[in-house]
């Protein structure tokens, strides 16, 4: 009787093991897949994915600060409109 357990149970015990470890697996290789990383925008505060941010070094502190695309277009008409006051003077 006891054999009979042993023979019925065994099978059954290393099929759940088998099948917790390769869930267990699954889920760390969907956890190690690199998700799209959110970050600020140092000017606007916005979250935005560091794809669509440009990383730059600011001051002698080494701090890295994150900008979006229409932050640096904004700096880059401000700066535009700047220089064209001034070669019009
Ligand atoms: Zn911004």
Do not use: H, R
């Given at each position: 009787m006891l054999f009979i357990i042993f023979v019925i149970?065994?099978?059954?015990?290393?099929?759940?093991l088998l099948h917790f470890m390769s869930s267990r697996?699954?889920?760390?290789?969907?956890d190690a897949t690199p998700e799209?990383?959110?970050?600020?925008?140092?000017?606007?505060?916005?979250?935005?994915p560091m794809t669509e941010l440009l990383e730059k070094e600011?001051?002698?502190y080494g701090r890295v600060y994150c900008f979006c695309g229409t932050c640096i277009e904004?700096?880059?008409h401000e700066y535009q409109h700047k220089t064209d006051i001034k070669?019009?003077?």
């Open positions: 149970l065994t099978p059954i015990v290393v099929w759940l697996q699954k889920s760390d290789a969907e799209a990383q959110i970050e600020l925008c140092a000017m606007c505060q916005d979250e935005f600011v001051g002698g904004n700096l880059y070669v019009g003077e």
